[in-house]
């Protein structure tokens, strides 16, 4: 036997430096409608917190945020975020097979 196998995952799948299901991987698909979302948006839709995820996101370049002072502003995708969570990118809701009743 070459090696002992493991057919069950223990680290969650990681597409583009994000988990699929996480914080991170939720806001990018909440904010996939036109127009985006304000600060005040996201963190009635998601409050557990999430300006972890919004940093680690505008760090990976996959959302644009308003500079401080500027907050009634929409948080929005660009286009690299737009293509990950786009229906055929490799973050769709399809195809991580997940479902969010809050979306």
Same mark, same amino acid.
């Given at each position: ?33 036109? /127009? ?8 009635? !839709?998601?409050?557990?917190? @999430?300006? %972890?995820? +919004?940093? &680690?996101? *505008? ?12 907050? /009634? ?8 975020? !737009?293509?990950?969570?786009? @229906?055929? %990118?490799? +973050?769709? &809701?399809? *195809? ?8």
């Amino acid at each position: 036997m070459p090696g002992r196998h493991n057919a069950f995952k223990t680290r969650p799948e990681r597409i583009d430096g994000i988990v699929v299901g996480s914080l991170d991987h939720q806001i990018l698909l909440a904010l996939r409608p036109a /127009g985006g979302m304000t600060s005040d948006q996201v963190y009635a !839709r998601f409050p557990a917190s @999430p300006s %972890g995820a +919004l940093h &680690r996101l *505008k760090v990976a370049g996959l959302v644009d945020m308003p500079g401080n002072g500027q907050k /009634g502003k929409p948080i929005r995708l660009t286009d690299a975020g !737009r293509r990950a969570v786009d @229906p055929a %990118g490799p +973050l769709a &809701r399809a *195809k991580s097979l997940i479902t969010y009743c809050q979306l």
